[in-house]
């Protein structure tokens, strides 16, 4: 084991000279700064009006007639019937907001609904959104929200005429449960990232509320706490539309660029290093809300791959000579299966061929895939690299597993499960390894402070280990024990 840490150590000073003070790097993620995550600060939503009707927002439609949930025959491809008696995926659709009434309605298998020019028939065949017949204005009843009916574009309501027909062709305005324009909505999932909050805003309020929120979240106070604290380095989640800075698509906003600059301003300041961590990729590699996914579909692939790798060269040729850049990890948290492991190796080459361009020094981070893949699946492809290492994300939450696990239960998982996970990947003459997330918070119910105490410092100890280091998640969060900086000041942790 020593022979092994002595490699890492001699590896990584090869690399980066100018970081081995700094190695391994004690590090916190600047969670829900620069890519939002609704979770983590609530309030920022309050202002939007309709803000349970947001991009991804998943609904189903109960027709008060017939009893039965509107349903995308097939998944989609063909007409829309009112034949069911429960919801599952195919009675699912997915809100695309246009503003805080109208909305595309996404089906199973990604087709859009719509009237057809003949008959008023409503159906999913559409490939696109950009159709105004398309569009459909969710029309609330004022005494109960989830009363619903829906107006299309012709300027008719959509009604179930029988389960086997629906279409758009009802001009009635009442409010019955026999009336078979009414629908009982039912929110069954809501998203709340980037994409919700700067298109549920809109383009004149988003840039304003976005920019309060870049300057008052993370500030050179913040640095200075955390450098004072223990900590040497930042891992700062990016979204893809950085790189597009100052006018990127909508509806994302401009100015996030200006605050990573700060970043870099503030950590030469005192002393820290910074790991840009590209967390939100074009097209979305997981699904999730942090990576900005517009209605939860994983849609990042082969075809994507030039785009973001744009992004890493952007980055790159930015920061490369920057004394505080210590990496730039090429993706947060793929999903498998949904991400092949070809395409991401593929992806995982042209990004770090893209820093290296501008940087020998500089480390490239590649994130093993979330779900069920094999921790070593890039070990062998990473050997072959110089300066890179493998992050790993350990949460003793998400799973069913840990649901029933008692505190000290959890404290023994990491000592004992955790250290072997770490040690699979901790490899000599390999990449260096990298707990670029992890957490004091558990499933467990009314623990102690001790409890707490003792968990953080089983992770601290274990992931310790990690030959380029760790970082907890996050420095700031609504939830206390998510919160490092909390934690700190609350004596929960000491680093």
Wanted: glycine letters at 8%; charged letters at 20%; proline letters at 4%.
């Amino acid at each position: 084991m020593a022979y092994y840490f002595l490699v890492s150590a001699f590896l990584f000073f090869l690399c980066a000279p100018s970081l081995s003070l700094a190695q391994p790097f004690k590090a916190v993620n600047l969670g829900n700064w620069l890519v939002t995550e609704g979770w983590m600060k609530p309030s920022l939503y309050d202002g939007i009006p309709n803000n349970d009707l947001l991009d991804g927002t998943q609904v189903q439609f109960l027709s008060t007639k017939l009893q039965k949930y509107l349903c995308s025959e097939n998944g989609g491809g063909t007409v829309l019937v009112a034949n069911r008696t429960s919801a599952s995926g195919w009675e699912t659709f997915r809100l695309w907001r246009i503003n805080e009434t109208y909305f595309n309605f996404r089906v199973f298998n990604k087709q859009f609904v719509g009237v057809e020019d003949q008959g008023n028939k409503i159906t999913a065949v559409a490939d696109n959104a950009g159709n105004p017949q398309t569009i459909f204005q969710i029309i609330r009843n004022n005494d109960d929200q989830n009363r619903v009916r829906l107006q299309a574009s012709n300027g008719q309501f959509l009604q179930a005429m029988s389960e086997t027909e629906v279409t758009a062709d009802y001009v009635g305005s009442g409010w019955d449960d026999s009336d078979p324009s009414v629908f009982k909505m039912t929110i069954v999932k809501t998203l709340r990232g980037e994409y919700q909050l700067t298109n549920g805003y809109g383009p004149d309020k988003a840039p304003e509320v976005m920019q309060d929120h870049w300057n008052s979240y993370i500030t050179d106070d913040d640095f200075s706490f955390m450098s004072a604290n223990g900590l040497n380095a930042v891992r700062i989640p990016v979204g893809w539309w950085i790189a597009s800075d100052p006018t990127p698509p909508k509806p994302f906003v401009g100015g996030s660029l200006n605050a990573l600059d700060n970043a870099f301003t503030w950590a030469q300041k005192y002393g820290m290093k910074i790991i840009v961590d590209l967390h939100a990729v074009q097209g979305s590699q997981n699904g999730n809300d942090h990576s900005a996914t517009r209605d939860g579909y994983l849609e990042w692939g082969d075809s994507k791959i030039e785009d973001t790798v744009a992004v890493i060269d952007f980055l790159a040729a930015r920061y490369a000579d920057n004394p505080s850049l210590a990496a730039i990890e090429l993706m947060n948290e793929p999903n498998a299966p949904g991400v092949n492991l070809d395409t991401l190796m593929a992806y995982y080459r042209a990004g770090y061929d893209a820093v290296r361009k501008h940087s020998e020094n500089a480390y490239v981070i590649l994130s093993n895939r979330l779900g069920p893949a094999d921790a070593k699946e890039l070990l062998s492809f990473a050997s072959g690299l110089n300066c890179v290492a493998i992050d790993v994300h350990y949460y003793n939450l998400f799973s069913d597993s840990f649901s029933n696990m008692n505190a000290q239960q959890n404290i023994d998982y990491i000592y004992n499960q955790r250290s072997s996970d770490l040690s699979t990947v901790n490899t000599a003459n390999g990449p260096l390894t990298f707990v670029g997330e992890w957490t004091g918070e558990w499933a467990v119910q009314g623990a102690a402070m001790q409890d707490y105490q003792n968990f953080g410092k089983a992770q601290l100890e274990v992931y310790g280990r990690a030959t380029f280091g760790w970082a907890y998640w996050a420095y700031k969060c609504a939830s206390d024990h998510w919160s490092l900086k909390w934690m700190i000041e609350n004596d929960y942790i000491k680093l």
